[in-house]
T-cell receptor, first 115, second 113 residues
């Protein structure tokens, strides 16, 4: 079945640094990828939708200059948290849509801790 | 804007009980509805997916129903086990394949031995 790989699965960084999270569709082409954020004991909230080759669409309240999303190929989308701060500590999950099917496949998530 | 609500937010039951988790959504124009399981600190595991034209889906001890007109879905877990302890999330997919999911707040389930 369709597999989405996220890397890294967890990362700890110092405040002020930038962190990049990768989301790869391993065996299918993903025309659309979604990025979610989950704070402790809360549900997932959609951050942005990225379509291959175009700019991402951000949800209200999500700073596009802080959360840079690149979807340069049909199998890879990246989320870069720029100048991370402790309040950015969260669980980030991506999902990808197989262009050949009506299925969304989720990655395992990436836990970011900013000290 | 679609809103998804899950009740109860938390549930603690003794092992062996049958239980029902509820999910309601405000916009009935959905493509499908999914139930996920999430263990602490982990990603999502898809449990059941119900297309908008379907009424229910079953997998093992799990049964999910969908009443699109009333905006409700239930997840029934039979003969609960301690290993069922997790957070259960309901999510609806907007009309049109591949659109984003809107998640409910989840139900944290604890099954005590």
């Amino acid at each position: 079945g369709a597999v989405v790989s996220q890397h890294p699965s967890w990362v700890i960084c110092k405040s002020g640094t930038s962190v990049k999270i990768e989301c790869r569709s391993l065996d299918f082409q993903a025309t659309t990828m979604f990025w979610y954020r989950q704070f402790p004991k809360q549900s997932l909230m959609l951050m942005a939708t990225s379509n291959e080759g175009s700019k991402a669409t951000y949800e209200q309240g999500v700073e596009k200059d802080k959360f840079l999303i690149n979807h340069a190929s049909l199998t890879l989308s990246t989320l870069t948290v720029t100048s991370a701060h402790p309040e950015d500590s969260s669980f980030y999950i991506c999902s990808a849509r197989d262009r050949g099917a009506n299925v969304l496949t989720f990655g395992a998530g990436s836990r970011l801790t900013v000290l | 804007k679609q809103e998804v609500t899950q009740i109860p937010a938390a549930l603690s039951v003794p092992e062996g009980e049958n239980l029902v988790l509820n999910c309601s959504f405000t916009d009935s124009a959905i493509y499908n509805l999914q139930w996920f399981r999430q263990d602490p600190g982990k990603g999502l595991t898809s449990l059941l997916l119900i297309q908008s034209s379907q009424r229910e889906q079953t997998s093992g001890r799990l049964n999910a129903s969908l009443d699109k007109s009333s905006g409700r879905s239930t997840l029934y877990i039979a003969a609960s086990q301690p290993g069922d302890s997790a957070t259960y999330l309901c999510a609806v997919q907007a009309g049109g394949a591949g659109n984003m999911l809107t998640f409910g707040g989840g139900t944290r389930l604890m099954v005590k031995p």
